[in-house]
């Protein structure tokens, strides 16, 4: 088919078309000629003070790659499923007749729930029986409400208490945290080998002095956390059970008050008279075993020293 014979708009839409791509082109030389330029001048030689401005530039990028790394952290952490740290406490009051039989029975329990006497004081009376024991014992935190079952049950229980306390998001910032000093610790390590000006090194020297101190004192607290969350917390009060004291007799009045009143005078003085008559007895009874034979012996001496006298005749 001839050019001549093409409907008119057909032969309008191919005009600007025709004149667009020369633009394209041109448009498409001139940013290849500006990247080769950039590229150039990138490569061109740097002398002492480049060498300066690049671990400056080093040292910056060092000094935010914690925190490029703490959100790297946070998004790994926030993809996968976060367990809840739990930090679980409680307290038990017991009483018992024999706090040491009691004791005895706590240690069968710890045993049987892993768990472990942490601190134990304990106190005893003049005749050395235990009369009040505090342990704080350590069990495992998945095991936390059945040893507090089995503790309470090895005595009279007084009160209960126990407390939750979710620290998942402490956790979770304490891991995102020593992930980015980690990171920027290993990027100063590496800017300590490479760097060449002695002014630089002594600033990432100092640097990585202050990462290596802050991550020291993140893995602390992750640890003090990990304790707590794997290990729950019992404390345990056990105190001898004493007896009630007797009940006050209630006064009566009247006749029949009179005559208790003298019931109770009349027993009082007859025992009062039969405590002095045992106070006494052993007393009487050693007087009479010396006092009788002496008595006897010297009224035969009176005898044998008193003259006879002479009988008259009648």
């Known amino acids: 088919m001839d050019k001549t014979t093409l409907p008119a708009g057909r032969r309008l839409r191919r005009g600007p078309l025709l004149l667009v791509a020369p633009v394209l082109a041109a448009f498409v030389l001139s940013g290849c000629s500006g990247g080769s330029q950039g590229a150039g001048s990138t490569d061109a030689p740097a002398g002492s003070a480049g060498s300066s401005q690049q671990d400056s530039a080093n040292l910056g990028v060092a000094q935010s790659a914690p925190r490029a790394a703490a959100s790297v952290a946070d998004e790994n ?54 009369t009040r024991s505090h342990l704080v014992v350590r069990v495992p ?31 979770i910032d304490l891991g995102a945290r020593i992930a980015a000093e980690r990171a920027g610790v290993r990027r100063l390590r590496h800017l300590v080998s490479t760097t060449a000006d002695l002014r630089a090194l002594l600033d990432v020297e100092r640097a990585l002095t202050a990462r290596q101190g802050e991550l020291e004192s993140l893995q602390q607290q992750q640890n003090y956390l990990a304790d707590r969350t794997s290990l729950a917390t019992i404390t345990v009060d056990v105190s001898r059970r004493t007896a009630p004291a007797p009940a006050p007799a209630k006064a009566t009045g009247g006749f029949l008050g009179g005559l208790s009143h003298g ?18 007895l052993p007393f009487a009874v050693a007087l009479a075993l010396v006092g009788i034979p002496a008595w006897l012996v010297a009224r035969r001496l009176r005898r044998v020293r008193r003259p006879r006298t002479p009988v008259e005749p009648a």
């Open 77 to 130: 952490t926030g993809a996968g499923v976060q367990q809840r740290a739990v930090i679980s406490t409680g307290h038990l009051e017991l009483t018992s007749g024999d706090v040491t039989t009691t004791r005895t029975r706590l240690d069968a329990v710890l045993g049987d729930e892993g768990g472990h006497v942490a601190d134990e004081n304990t106190v005893t009376d003049n005749r050395g029986v235990v």
């Open 141 to 171: 935190s998945n095991r936390f409400d059945d040893a507090m079952t089995s503790l309470a049950g090895t005595a009279s229980l007084r009160s209960s208490s126990r407390k939750a306390e979710d620290v998942t998001t402490e956790v």
């Open 263 to 280: 019931w109770h005078g009349l027993v009082a003085v007859v025992t009062g008279l039969l405590v002095g008559l045992g106070a006494t």
